[in-house]
Structures are given as C-alpha cells and as structure tokens.
C-alpha cells in the first residue's frame, strides 16, 4: 500500500467487472469477489475433508466434523431438538462469517464482514426469519412476547415498547456487532503498520504490536463468527420458545 | 469511510444473496446430510460394536456360571462317592471285625476245651498212677494185696477233697 493512503482505503470497494442488469448495478466488486472467494474456499474445505469418508478419520475430515459437531452441539444448548431443521443455514452463516473473517487477514485481502451492508444485510435475513418463523409457529401469541410473564399489568405501558425496540434493535446490534469489530481492527493494524516505516529503526517496536494484533485479530475473526452464529440461535430458541 | 457509499450497496448486496445462497444449497443438500450420515454410521458402529461386546461379556460369563456349576457338581459326585466308600469300607471293616471276634472266641474255646481235657487226662493218668502207688505202699505194708475196689475209693475220696488246682 503506498504511503499516504488512509488507514480505510482498504475498506474501498472497486468495481472489477462492470455488470448492469436493466438499471441494477450487480457489478463484480473486490467485495464480491472475496464471498466468491468464501465459498469456493469453504466448498474445497468440505470436498477434501468428505472426499473419502472414512469411520476412522484423518485431518482434513476431522476438521470438518470438528465444525459440524461444533456448531450441531451449539445449535442443541441453546435451541434443542426443535433446531435441527434450521441447523444447515446455522452452518451456512458460521462458516461463512468465519471464513470471510479469516481469508480477510490474508495480507491485501478484503474483508466483506467489515462492510455494515453485508453484515446488516445477514442480521436482517436472521432477524426477519426468526420472526417468520415465530409468527408461523404461535401465531397472535407470539406478541405475548413482548409481555413477560408475571409483570403486572400496570408496568406494561412502561414494559412493552421497551420491549419491542429491544427487540427491532437486534438487526441493529447483531450487524453493528460484527462490521465494527472488523472494521476496528483492520484499521488498528493499518494505522501502526502505517508507523514501522514511519519510524524507521524504531519501528521494530510498532512491528511487533502488529504481530501481536494479527494473532488477537485471528482470535477476534473465530470470535465474532461464534458470537455471531450464537446470537442467531439464541433468536431462533425465542421464536420457537417465546419465552 | 467507504462503507457508507451507498452506491456500492447494491451490488455487494446482491452478490451476497448469491454467494450465500449457493454455500447454503451447497451445505443443506450435499455437506450437512453426508456429514450427518458419517457420523451416525460411525455412532452405530460404535453402538454395534459395544453390543457385541457385552454379548462377548454375556457369554463368557454364562460359560464361567456353567464350569462352576459343573465344578460344584463334580465336587458334590466326589463327596458322595467318598461318603460311600468310607460308609462301606467301615461297614467291611466291622463286619471282618467280628468274624475275627468269633473266630477267636471259638478257637478259645476250643484251647479251653482241649486245656480241661488235658487237665482230666492228667487228673485220671495221677488217679491211676496214685492208686497203682497206694496199692503197693499198702502191699509192702500190709504184705498183702488191698482190694482194688477199696483202693480206688479211698484214693478218690483223697484226691477229690485235695485242693484243685486254680483256673478252671
């Protein structure tokens, strides 16, 4: 990156491929190109590990199963049983959010996960579908949520539109959640790599904070993925539990 | 901050829908179901395989329950057989026991009878021979020969308020 540039150019999205469709600009930006990138990534991931299925597994398939019975047993804590049809979408957003994260740290990748449309755009999907899903399963009851059991009556001009903003304001965290922490640490790690050439000799120090915050940007990547994946599924046992 | 060009929205947005569609596709219908397949295979497995061990752990005990059965049985037959072989080695014994007790006591009888009869042979033999002795005590005495009769009377009266010799 040449000198001079803004810590948040690398968050600049470039159109490669300029692709309209009528009016709609779909263009193939780096964005896209790196959620294309995901997906093959993940897809080669899960072709090598299940490429030859074994009872006794080896690395790759291990890894594989690693993630499946990781994510399988998040979904049965905090749904249960009643979650296992949502599991493969649950997958989907785990994997994808954590590959996203990851192949973001690869020096001069883009990370989709630090845009606030991307992430907003997921929490939206999660967010509508658990409240579909509510509305499907319980009907008129499920505004009863918003009400918790054993308040009196008269706290519930007080009680009620906290609740309902508490709850529209989960698209809201749930993305702001995600695209900060990516966006905070990428440009951290912009801002004092910017320093090492800066200060010449003396930027051995800078250099090595770097170092040490691409280890906790890695953590933060697996980090975000998970909490991410959790709070999905713990929406998901409020709409299918209510309370 | 390029993150609010809203012009870069819409197409991110799109591209989104289609890559995660395609990952979801992907996973709902090739990668969870195999990967759900393989690890119940290997759970049955695992189950079969433990099943086999407890039956492997059934049998071998119903076969350890059996040779002790077959144990306490052959232990119960030995005693048996001893109890009867004691039983009829001391039925045997007892029976020998007395046969040798009668035999023994006819064989004393026997001697006894034989001792009395040598004791009367040796009481008539002195009888006779006391006499024969009187006779001719009394012959050179008298210088004539006592009547035998007398004789054998008067010897008899002596011999039989003797004192007669202890035992019988």
């Known amino acids: 990156m040449a000198a001079g540039q803004s810590p948040l150019s690398q968050f600049e999205i470039k159109r490669w491929v300029p692709i309209e469709i009528g009016d709609v600009d779909v263009s193939l930006t780096n964005s896209a190109a790196f959620m294309v990138l995901t997906v093959v990534a993940i897809g080669v991931f899960l072709i090598l590990g299940m490429r030859r299925p074994a009872i006794v597994p080896g690395r790759w398939q291990s890894m594989v199963e690693l993630s499946y019975v990781f994510i399988a047993n998040l979904v049965k804590d905090t749904v249960g049983t009643e979650g296992r049809p949502y599991f493969p979408f649950i997958f989907t957003v785990f994997m994808f959010v954590l590959v996203g994260n990851l192949i973001g740290m690869v020096p001069y990748g883009f990370t989709f996960t630090s845009h606030i449309i991307v992430t907003f755009t997921m929490a939206m999907v999660v967010f509508l579908g658990v409240t579909v899903i509510a509305l499907i399963k319980h009907k008129i009851h499920f505004f009863t949520f918003f009400m918790p059991p054993g308040v009196p009556l008269i706290m519930a001009p007080l009680l009620v539109p906290i609740e309902i903003i508490s709850y529209l304001s989960r698209p809201m965290s749930l993305s702001v959640r995600l695209f900060a922490n990516m966006l905070a640490g990428h440009t951290l790690l912009k801002v004092f790599a910017g320093f090492v050439v800066a200060l010449g000799l003396f930027g051995v120090f800078p250099l090595a904070f770097v170092v040490v915050l691409t280890g906790l940007e890695i953590v933060i990547a697996f980090l975000q993925a998970f909490v991410f994946t959790i709070l999905t599924c713990l929406y998901l046992n409020d709409a299918l539990h209510l309370h | ?168």
Not at chain 2, 19 to 35: C, D, E, N
Not at chain 2, 73 to 89: D, L, P, Q, S, V
Not at chain 2, 158 to 164: E, N, Q
Request: net charge negative; no cysteine; hydrophobic share 50%.
């Open chain 2, 1 to 168: 901050m390029p993150q609010l060009d809203v012009n870069t929205f819409l197409p991110q947005v799109v591209w989104l829908v289609i890559t995660f569609t395609a990952l979801f596709l992907l996973m709902w219908r090739v990668a969870v179901p195999r990967i759900a397949d393989l690890l119940e295979a290997r759970q049955r497995r695992i189950e079969d395989n433990l099943d086999k061990a407890q039956e492997s752990k059934k049998e071998a005990e119903e076969t350890l329950a059996a040779y002790e059965q077959a144990m306490n049985e052959a232990r119960a037959g030995a005693n048996t057989h001893i109890a009867e072989a004691t039983a009829r080695m001391s039925g045997e014994a007892a029976e020998r026991e007395a046969e040798l007790a009668l035999d023994l006591s006819a064989r004393i009888t026997a001697a006894e009878d034989e001792i009395a009869k040598a004791v009367n042979d040796a009481m008539d033999n002195i009888r006779v021979a006391t006499i024969e002795v009187t006779a001719a005590v009394l012959e050179r005495l008298t210088g004539e020969a006592p009547a035998e009769k007398s004789v054998a009377k008067a010897v008899a009266k002596a011999l039989d308020s003797a004192p007669k010799p202890e035992g019988r």
